[in-house]
């Protein structure tokens, strides 16, 4: 029977497949799940990290600023 979700192979070193099976048998988890939720955590804080570099390039680029106070009067 075929499974709803994609595949994925990956390599890991011995130490790393050590690192997750301790992190799954503490959390009483698969270590598929485990890859899974460490895999969509670090690609949310890549994003995060994009996200805040295109932010801090526009500030740089800001010509002129506005106070907080000034701005809501």
């Known amino acids: 029977m075929p ?4 595949r ?4 890991l070193t011995k130490a790393v497949l050590q690192a997750l099976g ?3 048998e503490s959390q009483d988890k698969s270590l598929s799940v485990v ?3 460490l895999i969509v955590e670090a690609l ?4 995060d990290l994009l996200l805040s ?4 390039k ?3 680029k ?6 907080h106070d000034k701005a809501w009067k």
């Open 35 to 37: 890859a899974q939720e």
């Open 58 to 60: 526009r500030e740089q």
């Open 44 to 47: 949310d804080r890549h994003e």
């Open 8 to 11: 994925l192979n990956v390599v």
């Open 3 to 6: 499974t709803k979700n994609p």
């Open 53 to 56: 570099d295109i932010a801090m």
């Open 22 to 24: 301790e992190i799954a």
């Open 62 to 67: 800001a010509k002129r600023t506005i106070s």
